[in-house]
C-alpha cells in the first residue's frame, strides 16, 4: 500500500529558531500534499495545500510567511517553522494524495510533534 | 463551504458489542466522498471506510460498516463485534469529488473506547 513518512517524528527546539519538517511520499507520486495541525483531543486542521512545482495555496488565518512549504518533486515537501514560539508547539501531520489513483484518496504521514521551548 | 458534525465527543463499549458512531454533513455538491479515519494513540491516520456520493448500496469491510443516508446527508459508522484495537479516535470526513487535489473536512471527531 502507499506509504508516506515524516521526519522527524519529534523535534524540540528554541523559540526563535527555525525547524523544518519534510513529508515524503514513497512509493507513488503525489501531486498534492496537504499540511495539517493537530491539537491534543482535537481535529485536524487544514494549514496549507501543497502543490508540486507551484507556490502553497495557505488556509485562512494561517501566516504564509512563518509557515513556508515547498514541494519541489512529485515525492517531497516540506514544511518550515520559521521564528517558531512556543504557542506554535504542535503535532503536524501531512498527507499525499496518489496522482495515479481514480479515487482521490489521501494517505497520512504519521506525523511530527514539535515542542518550540 | 462544506461542514461535518460528530456529535459525539466519547463513546464506550464492550468487547464484542457494537457500536454506532454519528457523523452528519452540509454540502451542496453533489459529487462527494465520505470517509471515516481512525486515530489510535500512535496518532497514524488510518483510513478505516470511503463512500462515493453516487454510490447507493452501504460500503462496508469487514467488521466495518456505513449507514449512508444521502438525503438526510447523515452517514454512521457501525462496529461490529469491537476489539480492544478499535479504541481510537473517530473521524468523519467529506471530500468534494471530480477536483484534483481536493481537500478533506473533518469533524470533531469520537473518542471510542473498547472495554474489555
Known amino acids: 500500500g502507499a506509504v508516506v513518512s515524516q521526519h522527524p517524528s519529534r523535534v524540540i527546539c528554541k523559540s526563535g529558531t527555525s525547524v523544518k519538517i519534510e513529508c515524503r511520499s514513497l512509493?507513488?507520486?503525489?501531486?498534492?500534499m496537504f499540511w495539517y495541525r493537530q491539537f491534543p483531543k482535537k481535529s485536524l486542521m487544514l494549514m496549507a495545500t501543497?502543490?508540486?512545482?507551484?507556490?502553497?495555496?495557505?488556509e485562512q488565518g494561517v501566516e504564509k510567511d512563518k509557515f513556508l512549504i515547498n514541494h519541489a518533486s512529485l515525492t517531497l515537501s516540506t514544511l518550515t517553522v520559521t521564528s517558531a514560539h512556543p504557542e506554535d508547539s504542535s503535532f503536524y501531520i501531512c498527507s499525499a494524495r496518489d496522482a495515479g489513483s481514480k479515487g482521490d484518496e489521501q494517505y497520512f504521514g504519521p506525523g511530527t510533534r514539535l515542542t518550540v521551548t | 463551504a462544506q461542514t461535518v458534525t460528530q456529535s459525539q465527543p466519547e463513546m464506550s463499549v464492550q468487547e464484542a458489542e457494537t457500536v454506532t458512531l454519528s457523523c452528519t454533513y452540509d454540502t451542496s455538491e453533489n459529487n462527494y466522498y465520505l470517509f471515516w479515519y481512525k486515530q489510535p494513540p500512535s496518532r497514524q491516520m488510518i483510513l478505516v471506510i470511503r463512500?462515493?456520493?453516487?454510490?447507493?448500496q452501504n460500503a462496508t469491510e469487514n467488521r466495518f460498516s456505513v449507514n449512508f443516508q444521502k438525503a438526510a446527508k447523515s452517514f454512521s459508522l457501525k462496529i461490529s463485534d469491537s476489539q480492544l484495537g478499535d479504541t481510537a479516535m473517530y473521524f468523519c470526513?467529506?471530500?468534494?469529488?471530480?477536483?484534483?487535489?481536493?481537500?478533506?473536512?473533518f469533524g470533531e471527531g469520537t473518542q471510542l473506547t473498547v472495554n474489555p
Open positions: 501543497s502543490n508540486e512545482g507551484s507556490k502553497a495555496t495557505y
Open positions: 470526513a467529506f471530500m468534494r469529488g471530480g477536483t484534483s487535489g481536493s481537500r478533506l473536512t
Open positions: 463512500q462515493e456520493a453516487y454510490k447507493q
Open positions: 512509493d507513488f507520486q503525489a501531486t498534492t
